[in-house]
């Protein structure tokens, strides 16, 4: 699985569930989400529910962290890696 591919369908499940209501709202992918306030804490929860349905990964507790989270292009690296270092599930 490759960056784009994950980037693409991370990008549309977040227009798709955040900004829904926004339809005008522009988002880069270095965009920090929080900040700008398209999610909260429970749209964290929700967003790492929809990695592991989507692309098999398990986010473990330490790496819910802005580096692996805080942009649509680092939750693509951190996807990747993930699927890169020893498959999909892992915790």
Do not use: C, W
């Not at 790496?63 to 989270?69: F, G, R, S, V």
Request: no cysteine; aromatic share 8%.
């Amino acid at each position: 699985m490759d960056e784009p591919d994950i980037l693409a369908r991370t990008r549309a499940y977040v227009h798709d569930t955040f900004l829904y209501m926004r339809p005008g709202f522009a988002l880069a992918d270095r965009d920090r989400l929080l900040q700008r306030g398209v999610i909260d804490s429970m749209g964290v929860m929700e967003l790492i529910g929809f990695l592991r349905s989507e692309f098999g990964v398990v986010v473990a507790d330490e790496d819910i962290t802005e580096q692996n989270l805080g942009t649509l292009a680092d939750i693509a690296r951190y996807v990747a890696a993930k699927h890169r270092n020893g498959g999909p599930a892992r915790s």
